[in-house]
């Protein structure tokens, strides 16, 4: 997995950026509103902590090296 996807499901699995209440805000605007009810909105923050889990069970068992692929290395500016 790469190293800023991981970095970003931590950041959604935070108080401050909970993946539950950026979905609200995110879907607010839809026409269609509301389309997940609170128990789908708290599920997906169940799910997301089961899958960081997994991750950080993978990095434990195998390095963190060979689980994370850094992709957040200094990137060429295109001229």
């Not at 990137?75 to 001229?79: D, K, N």
């Given at each position: 997995i790469r190293r800023g996807t991981f970095l970003r499901l931590q950041l959604l699995a935070t108080d401050h950026y909970?993946?539950?209440d950026v979905m609200w805000e995110s879907l607010l605007s839809d026409s269609l509103t509301p389309i997940l009810?609170?128990?789908h909105l708290t599920a997906l923050n169940r799910?997301?902590?089961t899958?960081?889990?997994t991750?950080?069970?993978c990095i434990q068992q195998h390095?963190?090296?060979t689980v994370l692929r850094?992709?957040?290395g200094a990137?060429?500016?295109?001229?």
């Open positions: 909970k993946l539950s009810s609170e128990p799910r997301l902590d899958i960081l889990q991750i950080r069970d390095g963190e090296h850094n992709d957040l990137q060429r500016v295109s001229q």
